[in-house]
């Protein structure tokens, strides 16, 4: 068991509640204010969840449907809106598959813990990845066929053209900071990785979506230029 100091504890749980009270904030307002694509209703508190009081400043200024927002947005604009698109996704993803991992080990298993891999992180990273890539077409199939009156399979088509290199990307970039916190820092540094049921997990994970946002933001604005994604 990791041996985690009081301060990064601490730290850790500010910014959890933090993260939360952001979200709730965005989704008392967004009944006032509903998003015109409902879908967005969810994205924007599943983002505040790691990206705090920056997504709530970034929603403030360009998410907010009070009728202030005019015309299209600019594109790196546009860009960050796909890309926490995809992000909402990848989280809500992450936390089914991890606490349903946490609960039911053998899950893990499956997946190849105690067979292919050592470490039950990197088996949980697979039902991960499957969980967030579904969500994520959920997600992107709501938002792209009602913008091009597309049915379902076309529909689906669609969301899968678009989200698959953006998930992806988000992911690499959410595994690569997740395995350098757990394994570079935590590990050698407090005897362990954080479980799921610490808070200085979730805090790693909070970083680790930055990290996710970072790779995954020059991906949708090729997406976004080659036609396959939406500008939102």
Same mark, same amino acid.
């Given at each position: 068991?990791?041996?985690?100091?009081?301060?990064?504890? !601490?730290?850790?749980?500010?910014? $959890?509640?933090?993260?939360?009270?952001?979200?709730?904030? @965005?989704?008392?307002? *967004?009944?006032?204010? #509903?998003?015109?694509?409902?879908?967005?209703? $969810?994205?924007?508190?599943?983002?505040?969840?790691?990206?705090?009081?920056?997504?709530?400043?970034?929603?403030?200024?360009?998410?907010?449907?009070?009728?202030?927002?005019?015309? *299209?947005?600019?594109?790196?604009?546009?860009?960050?809106?796909?890309?926490?698109?995809?992000? /909402?996704?990848?989280t809500l993803g992450d936390?089914?598959?991890?606490?349903?991992?946490?609960?039911?080990? /053998?899950?893990?298993? %499956?997946?190849?813990?105690? =067979?292919?891999? /050592?470490?039950?992180?990197?088996? &949980?990273? @697979? #039902?991960?990845?499957? &969980?967030?890539? $579904?969500? =994520?077409?959920? %997600?992107?199939?709501? !938002? @792209?066929? #009602?913008?091009?009156? $597309?049915?379902?399979?076309?529909?689906? +088509?669609?969301?899968?053209?678009?989200? !698959?290199?953006?998930? !992806?990307?988000?992911?690499?970039?959410?595994?690569?900071?997740?395995?350098?916190?757990?394994?570079?820092?935590?590990? #050698?540094?407090?005897?362990?990785?954080?479980?799921?049921n610490t808070p200085e997990? +979730? %805090?790693?994970?909070?970083?680790?979506m930055f990290a996710g946002?970072?790779?995954?933001?020059?991906?949708? +604005? +090729?997406?976004?230029?080659?036609?396959?994604?939406?500008?939102?």
């Amino acid at each position: 068991m990791a041996d985690f100091p009081a301060w990064l504890h !601490t730290l850790a749980t500010i910014s $959890l509640a933090i993260g939360f009270a952001c979200a709730i904030y @965005i989704a008392i307002d *967004e009944v006032r204010h #509903p998003q015109k694509m409902w879908i967005m209703n $969810l994205v924007w508190p599943l983002t505040a969840l790691f990206g705090s009081v920056i997504w709530l400043a970034f929603y403030r200024s360009f998410g907010r449907n009070d009728g202030s927002q005019k015309g *299209e947005p600019p594109m790196h604009i546009a860009v960050a809106k796909g890309a926490s698109h995809c992000g /909402a996704g990848c989280t809500l993803g992450d936390i089914v598959v991890e606490w349903a991992a946490f609960a039911a080990p /053998a899950i893990a298993v %499956f997946f190849g813990w105690h =067979g292919l891999f /050592a470490e039950k992180t990197f088996a &949980v990273w @697979i #039902p991960d990845y499957i &969980v967030a890539f $579904l969500f =994520g077409i959920v %997600f992107q199939y709501f !938002t @792209i066929a #009602p913008m091009r009156d $597309l049915g379902l399979g076309k529909g689906i +088509w669609a969301a899968v053209k678009a989200d !698959t290199l953006s998930i !992806t990307s988000w992911q690499v970039g959410m595994y690569g900071l997740m395995a350098v916190g757990q394994f570079l820092w935590f590990k #050698p540094a407090y005897g362990g990785v954080a479980e799921v049921n610490t808070p200085e997990f +979730w %805090f790693l994970m909070q970083l680790a979506m930055f990290a996710g946002f970072a790779t995954a933001y020059p991906v949708n +604005w +090729w997406l976004v230029k080659a036609g396959l994604k939406e500008k939102m």
